[in-house]
């Protein structure tokens, strides 16, 4: 019976934490004793999920320390959650992607032989540096997990090849759309907050928005100030205004704010909070971006992204028009940036390709219909 089963729903990050918050109040719906537990690899970006959507955990570990190494990272989730594993019988543990937190629990939970979940299963580069550590993280999850939901297609087959069993497979499109259904809905009824009022004093929405972030280790280094001088030229179009939310890592931080800072139509903020970054995102007319996430959520606002990579392991959006590779080359980023800003911003009626919303049900309704 589903009310004797421990559920354990583990995140460290803020993009984990946005698309897990729908899979973890499906399950508090479903009658599974579910408790969520956060390593808080990252502190505040976190928080500021946790927050929003009002999800209170029930394990905190509170691992973030400054300059943390992954190794150091690691050990420590390791040592931590087998803590509470040990004291709370769990059943079955939920991680996600292709994080740290994610690949290490699942690891710890092999090791006590507790089943794992791995949501937004099957995304592959097969280039193990790129992203890093983000593609090995997933493959070594894929490895461990007993059940694997694909956001797509794609996915599933990668998943075949690799001979995971059809049968703990199930494309369930991605959890992301879920979480931006309800947020896109709160925006539309007036949130506001200090950040946006900020924003609106600034940033001039008259003229073509273009939203931008940044950071990819692979990157570091010649790749951003490739992209930054790629940003300097589009911004000398004196109809955009660029807003740039500064990833808070000192490789990302020097070489923006060192290349960026005295342009007038450029904005350089602070990482921006999950709403207040939707909210741009809804306005934009462009976004460049290395993030996964975004190249996910931008189609269902039909926003077009650069993806300032040379691989991408979402190619749902490449094939259906959404997403361009331009990696780090200034040429192709500012050719592809004056080519899309020439025309007028499209309504989009299409459906996003990377889910319908309704992921997260599916992914509970799988284990009510199956003996686990």
Partial sequence: MSENKNVLICIGTRPEAIKMAPVYFEFLKSGYNTKLCVTAQHRDLLDQ?????????????????????????????????????????????????????????????????????????GLRTYNKYSPFPEEMNRQLTGRLADFHFAPSETAKQNLKKEGVALNSILVTGNTVIDALKVTSGILDKGFNNTVIQNLKE????????????????????????????????????????????????????????????????????????????IWIMKKAHLIISDSGGVQEEAPTFGVPVLVTRTVTERQEGVAAGCSFLVGTNQEKIVNKAKEILSHTKENNNNLNPYGDGNASKKIVDFFKNRTW
Avoid: W
């Fill in 49 to 121: 999920v946790l927050h929003f959507f009002k999800m209170t955990p029930d394990f905190d570990l509170d691992l973030m320390t400054p300059n943390q190494t992954l190794n150091k990272l690691s050990s420590r989730i390791l040592e931590d959650i087998d803590k509470v594993f040990i004291e709370h019988k769990i059943d079955l543990v939920l991680v996600h992607g292709d994080t740290t937190t994610s690949s290490i629990i699942a690891l710890a939970a092999f090791n006590r032989k507790i089943k794992v979940a791995h949501v937004e299963a």
């Fill in 202 to 277: 600034k940033v001039n929405f008259n003229k073509k928005i273009i939203l931008v972030t940044g950071h990819r280790r692979e990157n570091f280094g010649e790749g951003f100030e490739s992209i930054c001088n790629a940003l300097v030229e589009i911004s000398k179009d004196e109809n955009v205004e660029l807003i740039f939310p500064v990833h808070l890592n000192p490789n990302v931080q020097e070489v923006v704010y060192n290349r960026l800072s005295n342009l007038p139509n450029v904005h350089l903020v602070a990482p921006l909070d999950y709403p207040t970054f």
